[in-house]
């Protein structure tokens, strides 16, 4: 009889930058069987985000990073097919930290939440009702805490997350402008999700692009950037300024430690707050973010897009993929069928 087998990407290498295909393998392993307090997950959609870069590295960061051999973190949605958990049925759907591989083993100590596909699509537990729109449902509302009639910017406008806040910005009656870095980008920004204003910073002279777009200044910024785009907007903070700092996508490295220009005077006149989230701070909160994103969706005040790549030898270069910009949505993996198809 054939043992029956379970497909893994691991971490073969360090990077010490960005993740690219020769730092993964494909590899084989036994399929493992559930045993008493856990269940088997047949993954369907594997989950391509910038925290994965930080969770490679060697560099301090918030989680331990991934070990050389294990299977590549990641957050991934599939269906239970085996369970010995009571609180985890057969044909159960599950998001959770389930890793590059084709079925996984849980207790569920690392399940975020059930996915009801009455919600929305199952593909949407890992994007806008998933850690992108989660990210930017608490990073906004909780650290940004618009008001009606401010100006809320967003740096890559277009991506995942950006364009979420973009749109919850506007539904809080917010006035928003999106930094990207394509002319595409730029009338995707303002076509689809919503932005008052969009600049292509790579193109733009950005000191005078935002200053004619925010010429009030900017009340909110939620940051997923850092660097030069990022000095480029504090200098023209409102006073009472919130920053949401989510993420540091232009750094190509963080050692040595990153420096620029010194912030402390913009933040002491403007009267301005800078703070750092991480959406793992949120968790006993998923319910009610996602409720609320939820019917968003369904009144038509949110729209998201994504971008799905087929079979796990598309995981390796998927990283790289996504911090070059060549997504056109939110970066999935297709690994399985969904149920009933």
């Keep these: ?89 057969v044909g159960d759907l599950v998001c959770g930290l389930f890793g590059w591989q084709e079925y996984a083993i849980s207790d569920g100590g690392d399940v975020w939440f059930k996915h009801d596909p009455a919600m929305a699509p199952m593909s949407t537990a890992l994007g806008i009702l998933g850690i992108n729109g989660l990210t930017a449902y608490f990073g906004l509302l909780d650290v940004g805490q618009p008001q009606a009639g401010e100006t809320v910017m967003v740096s890559t406008a277009a991506g995942a997350v950006g364009s979420a806040v973009g749109q919850i910005a506007r539904i809080q009656g917010c006035r928003t402008v999106g930094l990207t ?16 204003v969009a600049i292509n910073y790579k193109t733009a002279d950005l000191d005078a692009a935002i200053a004619e777009a925010c010429p009030d200044g900017i009340d909110v910024y939620f940051d997923n950037t850092a660097g030069a785009i ?20 232009s750094l190509s490295s963080w050692e040595p430690w990153p420096e620029g220009p010194r912030l402390e005077r913009h933040i002491l006149v403007k009267r301005a707050r800078i703070q750092g989230f991480l959406l793992f701070d949120y968790t006993d909160r998923f319910a009610e973010a996602r409720g609320q994103l939820a019917a968003w969706l369904a009144e038509g005040k949110l729209v998201y897009r994504e971008d799905v790549l087929d079979g796990l030898e598309a995981a390796p270069g998927a990283i790289e993929r996504l911090y070059r910009g060549e997504n056109q949505g939110k970066l999935l993996i297709r690994v399985g069928d969904e149920p009933g198809s």
Excluded at 9 to 30: C, K, Q, Y
Excluded at 63 to 74: F, K
Excluded at 185 to 190: E, H
Excluded at 230 to 249: E, K, M, N
Aim: glycine share 8%; with cysteine.
């Design 1 to 89: 009889m054939t043992e029956a087998m379970n497909r893994q990407v691991i971490l073969s290498d360090r990077p010490t930058g960005i993740p690219a295909p020769e730092h993964f393998e494909l590899r084989e392993a036994p399929m493992a069987e559930p045993g008493e307090g856990q269940f088997l997950v047949r993954n369907i959609y594997l989950s391509v985000d910038p925290a994965m870069r930080g969770w490679v590295s060697a560099v301090a960061n918030y989680a331990e990073p991934v070990a050389i051999g294990a299977v590549m973190r990641s957050i991934a949605v599939g269906e239970v097919v085996a369970s010995r958990h009571g609180d985890y049925a």
């Design 181 to 196: 870095g394509s002319d595409d980008k730029v009338a995707r920004c303002r076509d689809e999700f919503g932005y008052d």
């Design 230 to 249: 990022s000095d480029a907007v504090y200098r023209q903070l409102a006073v009472g300024a919130r920053c949401a700092v989510c993420g540091t996508a």
